[in-house]
């Protein structure tokens, strides 16, 4: 029992549920792999049966008008995500039962620092045609060798009958995929069986939840409640929990584990946590784009610039991983130009509502702190001091607005000196280390050679992204996701542990993913390998609600048949 205050009846109702896992977290341990595949593949099939529903409840919340291109948003962050990461898993489970690593038939290599990777981009060849030119590697800690990760691959599957418990998962209220990934996190990687408390701002999406996770709800290893702060601080601290999974803020984060007020600071500063039992999260920050000096053709900086304002406009800007900070060179001769694209695609970016709770109270946060803030359409533009000088604290260095704000930070030097002043300002100035993006074309990256590389390896983010938004480590299955390894509950940034991870890789410490820096078909005729297009996920395709629903068709059931239609459509975005 809880010792925080319910209503009788809702506190009966929560009792009961956890009561039901605690006898389902048994029924779980005695499922083996066989059983467990075969739930995650119903799982695949119900979310493929109710994807048009969730997304009509996504946009519902959202408030997004039928036949808005934003739709494509909810296709690719909601039930695309689940069926990708769903088919991955079902691959890894696959392996341990035949007596495989899950990272069998995956590519390992070396990165700086004695860092052994594991390349999971492309893997497959509908892979190289849908992500053509792209690519990812998660990269394991220093010293971390190949058969070691062979070994360990596999978490909580390698043992079902293993220690587990009931977790509970405090979902998102943002991206819809977040609580369905997190709570089958919890049961293969961890052995939990789960309780889902949604964010009451996706109350609209129970039903679609219910009919998702059913085929873990009837067997009782799975529940969901709704309700707000009173019900989260109940679960938390009740006695039949013994695992936390938290998505939200910092605040939130360190309310739950220390309490609030003066009594929460005060426990704070002493070490001695409210909560007792182990907490695991995935918490926002302040991202950084680095935009590395280089000689880009008008249509570059054109591209690069819709880039930029899709890392921060995609959903609203009401991502943990939206882009805060675009870092340029003060000494780039094409700096003014790249601005003043940025600035006109801000202004043409689809105009959305302001659906999350707070957002108007955030931006006016940043607009009084930045009196000579740009206001461009419903968006802000605020120019940041690169010196640090006496503004260490910068609030926009270390205040996630979570909203349609964007930060201009300028650095001198040619591009070795403003990469390397970039990397520095971002780990030493920068709250958080959930994602960073660096933008840098070919000829440049080239000619940095080792100290690019190194200059990514120096980054201390839990993704980094080269020529691509981090946007997309969290839409690839198999990549991990969460902050960068070593937070702690007292100073917790961007939070601990990861999430996704379908190959099921122990301890990791990043994923890196590359990009291609010109769409197709301007990047063949500059000698890139790749057949992409406008990506579906920028915010100012035409055509992504339609290939949206086309990916989400394919991943439901991958055939070449479905291809020509995804490609089509792509390419009219």
């Known amino acids: 029992m809880s010792t925080a205050t319910l209503p009788a009846a809702e506190a009966a109702t929560i009792d009961q549920a956890l009561t039901e896992l605690v006898s389902g977290a048994r029924a779980w341990k005695a499922c083996g792999l066989a059983q467990r595949r075969d739930l995650i593949q119903k799982i695949h099939a119900a979310t493929a049966a109710n994807a048009e529903a969730w997304v009509t409840a996504a946009s519902t919340y959202k408030q997004l008008p039928d036949g808005s291109q934003l739709r494509g948003e909810e296709w690719t962050s909601g039930p695309y995500a689940v069926l990708t990461a769903t088919a991955v898993l079902a691959q890894s489970i696959a392996a341990l039962e035949a007596g495989r690593s899950p990272v069998d038939g995956y590519r390992f290599g070396k990165a700086p620092g004695g860092r052994t990777t594991v390349k999971i981009l492309p893997h497959g060849v509908y892979d190289r045609l849908l992500l053509s030119g792209f690519t990812a590697e998660v990269w394991m800690p220093p010293g971390v060798t190949e058969a070691t990760v062979r070994e360990q691959a596999g978490l909580a599957l390698r043992d079902p009958a293993g220690p587990g418990g009931v977790g509970v998962v405090l979902g998102a209220g943002n991206i819809t995929s977040i609580p369905v990934l997190d709570v089958l996190y919890e049961l293969y990687a961890n052995n939990r069986v789960a309780l889902l408390k949604l964010n009451p701002v996706t109350d609209v999406l129970f039903d679609v939840f219910s009919k998702v996770l059913a085929p873990l709800i009837e067997p009782g290893l799975v529940r969901i409640v709704r309700g707000g702060a009173d019900v989260g601080t109940y679960l938390v601290r009740h006695d039949l929990v013994d695992h936390v999974h938290m998505t939200g803020s910092a605040l939130t984060h360190d309310a739950i584990v220390w309490g609030t007020g003066a009594e929460g600071a005060a426990r704070k500063a002493a070490g001695t946590p409210l909560l007792t039992k182990p907490i695991t999260s995935e918490l926002g920050g302040v991202s950084p784009t680095i935009v590395v000096p280089g000689r880009w053709s008008?249509?570059?900086?054109?591209?690069?610039?819709?880039?930029?304002?899709?890392?921060?406009?995609?959903?609203?800007g009401y991502n943990c991983i939206a882009s805060q900070i675009v870092v340029v060179g003060s000494d780039w001769p094409q700096k003014d130009a790249f601005l003043k694209y940025l600035r006109d695609a801000l202004a043409k970016a689809p105009a959305r509502p302001a659906y999350y709770p707070g957002s108007d109270h955030r931006v006016a946060q940043a607009c009084e702190a930045y009196p000579d803030a740009e206001r461009i359409r419903s968006r802000v533009l605020i120019s940041v001091p690169g010196d640090p000088g006496d503004t260490a604290s910068e609030p926009a260095l270390t205040t996630e607005y979570f909203g349609p704000v964007l930060g201009?930070?300028?650095?001198?030097?040619?591009?070795?000196?403003?990469?390397?002043?970039?990397?520095?300002?971002?780990?030493?100035?920068?709250?958080?280390t959930l994602g960073a993006n660096v933008i840098a074309d070919p000829r440049t990256i080239?000619?940095?050679?080792?100290?690019?590389?190194?200059?990514?390896?120096?980054?201390?983010?839990g993704t980094v992204t080269i020529n691509a938004w981090t946007g997309v480590g969290y839409l690839t299955a198999a990549a991990t996701w969460g902050a960068f390894p070593g937070h702690t509950l007292d100073d917790v940034q961007s939070g601990i542990g990861v999430v996704h991870n379908a190959v099921l890789l122990a301890s990791p410490e990043r994923t890196v993913l590359r990009g291609p820096f010109r769409p197709a078909p301007r990047a063949l005729l500059h000698g890139e390998p790749s057949l992409s297009p406008k990506p579906p996920w920028f915010v100012s395709n035409k055509t992504a609600a339609t290939t949206g629903r086309r990916l989400v068709g394919f991943a439901a059931r991958p055939r070449w048949s479905a291809l020509p239609g995804v490609f089509i459509s792509a390419l009219r975005g």
């Open 298 to 316: 008008d249509a570059d900086l054109r591209f690069q610039a819709e880039h930029v304002a899709t890392q921060k406009l995609h959903n609203g």
């Open 408 to 432: 201009v930070m300028e650095l001198p030097g040619d591009a070795r000196t403003f990469l390397a002043t970039a990397v520095r300002t971002a780990n030493d100035r920068l709250t958080g």
């Open 446 to 461: 080239s000619a940095l050679g080792a100290a690019f590389d190194q200059a990514i390896a120096d980054l201390r983010y």
